[in-house]
């Protein structure tokens, strides 16, 4: 018993002696670990506060248990166990035992233990799925499904991205709504900002006498932002386009179509806000303009499960007669993300 409780001092006490310090320049020192760092935020944990945001500019000295690796925005990576931010913007490093020597400008730095994709090593998969259901049963008989989801596959220069939209609404036996959209995109990065790819997209609504629309075709692209707080990409391409209609005749055509997809975390990352929006301009009768698009806001809860809460606005510049050119549709969601 007592062999086992000194090692259970010693393990402790290791724990304390060997976690990361973090010295801020305001003299506090924080004991914990670091996560990583994106942009101008230090993602440390400690053990009475779980993980915490740090300012970057606001980090005097950190000294960690195993070196970190830093990657600065020109890609080149550095490590480390010892980083020193002095007051003239410029970071230093060492080795134990060694004098301080300068490094990089404290503002370069865009990365701390970066994703292993950011470094070329495989892909990163990230996704989320929602559901929302809706039912009423009394003087008014009324049923709501939607779903929709996006996985994604990301490495250093490729990306394959997957999602669908459904909804199927009935009301007393009728149904009111049946549409759905699923895609999958590829884009191959040639810079960190610049792509280009291809796209193929399957479309049905019932009740704008739309069949099937098959959409496929390539398209370039700018990625402006892409970070755990702010993503910002939109791209533009010609794509043919087949449209098997209910009623009305057929359709090929060939069409500019664009996407963009946004999202961004607003207060201290309690809320994320996003829109996406993909449209197609017809070439050929440039009066025929088709545009899907999302508007809201999500709020991670706990263990990835996420609530949202969304306007889906549909655009029709030439639809089957009585039917509006536009509908819009509000909607409370629960998901869970990876």
């Known amino acids: 018993m007592r062999f086992i409780l000194t090692f259970l001092f010693l393990f402790a006490g290791n724990s304390v002696l060997y976690a990361d310090t973090l010295t801020m320049k305001d003299g506090s020192v924080l004991k914990g670990q670091v996560e990583s760092q994106e942009g101008k935020s230090l993602f440390f944990k400690t053990s009475y506060a779980g993980t ?8 005097s000295k950190l000294e960690t248990e195993q070196p970190v690796k830093i990657m600065l925005v020109t890609d080149e990576v550095i490590e480390s166990r010892y980083i020193n931010n002095i007051e003239n913007g410029i970071s230093q490093i060492k080795k134990e035992g060694e004098e301080w020597k300068t490094a990089f400008k404290t503002d370069n730095v865009a990365y701390i233990n970066p994703d292993p994709w950011r470094l ?3 892909f990163k998969i990230s996704g989320r799925a929602n559901f929302s259901l809706k039912s009423q049963h009394g003087n008014t008989i009324k049923d709501e499904l939607d779903m929709d989801g996006i996985i994604e596959f990301r490495s250093l220069t490729e990306r394959y991205t997957f999602s669908g939209n459904l909804e199927h609404d009935t ?3 009728r149904t009111t709504a049946d549409n759905w959209i699923f ?4 884009d191959y ?3 960190k900002q610049r792509y280009y790819g291809l796209q193929l997209v399957f479309e049905r609504d019932k009740f704008t006498d739309l ?4 959409t496929f075709g390539p398209h370039v692209g700018h990625q402006f ?4 707080a702010l993503n910002l990409g939109v791209d533009i391409g010609m794509v043919k386009v087949d449209e098997n209609n209910i009623e009305t005749k057929d359709k090929d055509y060939l069409a500019m179509d664009w996407n963009v997809n946004y999202d961004q975390f607003v207060w201290d990352d309690t809320v994320q806000l996003y829109h996406k929006d993909n449209g197609l301009w017809d070439w050929e009768k440039s009066s025929k303009v088709v545009i899907n698009s999302w508007t809201g806001f999500r709020i991670p809860l706990n263990s990835g499960i996420v609530a949202s809460a969304e306007v889906e606005w549909e655009y029709d510049s030439k639809p089957k007669d009585n039917v509006s050119t536009t509908d ?3 909607r409370v969601k629960l998901g869970y993300q990876w």
Do not use: A, H, M
């Open 120 to 122: 070329g090593q495989g």
């Open 171 to 173: 009301n007393k036996d």
């Open 189 to 191: 990065f040639t810079t």
């Open 52 to 59: 915490i945001k740090i300012k970057w500019d606001q980090v």
């Open 183 to 186: 895609g999958g995109k590829y």
């Open 211 to 214: 069949d099937l629309r098959v």
């Open 328 to 330: 819009t549709t509000y």
């Open 225 to 228: 932002y892409e970070s755990r």
